[in-house]
């Protein structure tokens, strides 16, 4: 079971994110429905870590094995997504993908069908896209991580 409870219009969800990086790119992924970028994970579940979650993740989302190498940081983070309001807490981990993975510039959709649409950014030219959260483009590019960052009072 995903740990994430509704009360009302408010959500609570507990996710990890995989940070990606290739050649100098950062894998980043979005719905098809919308226009910002977030990074690849999922809900974490009851019972299961925050690395296990992330490798499960990328499994399901990609087909690929993946290792969570390090723990970069606690993120809370409040936002209005579909009229519904969130309250997030994720965690973020530095993933090794030990199979092959080709960096490309085409976006590309994962194994779970075309809901999710995958591209390989730049970390240099991340400010050309819309990445949320907003504090993780500053982070990425100076690989100096705040052990908590949040968006809220």
Do not use: C
């Amino acid at each position: 079971m995903d740990i994430k409870f509704t009360v009302g219009q408010q959500r609570f969800n507990h996710r990890a994110a995989a940070v990606i990086i290739k050649d100098g790119h950062l894998l980043i992924h979005r719905n098809v429905r919308d226009d910002f970028w977030a990074l690849p994970g999922g809900r974490i579940r009851l019972m299961e870590s925050g690395a296990e979650a992330v490798i499960r993740e990328i499994k399901e989302e990609l087909g690929l094995k993946a290792e969570a190498t390090r723990f970069l940081a606690v993120q809370e983070n409040f936002f209005t997504y579909e009229n519904v309001s969130f309250h997030e807490v994720g965690f973020y981990y530095e993933v090794n993908v030990s199979d092959d993975m080709t960096v490309t510039s085409e976006d590309f959709f994962g194994v779970e069908g075309a809901e999710l649409i995958y591209r390989y950014v730049p970390i240099d030219q991340l400010q050309s896209v819309k990445l949320y959260p907003e504090k993780l483009t500053m982070m990425i590019q100076s690989g100096e991580w705040a052990p908590l960052f949040s968006n809220g009072v």
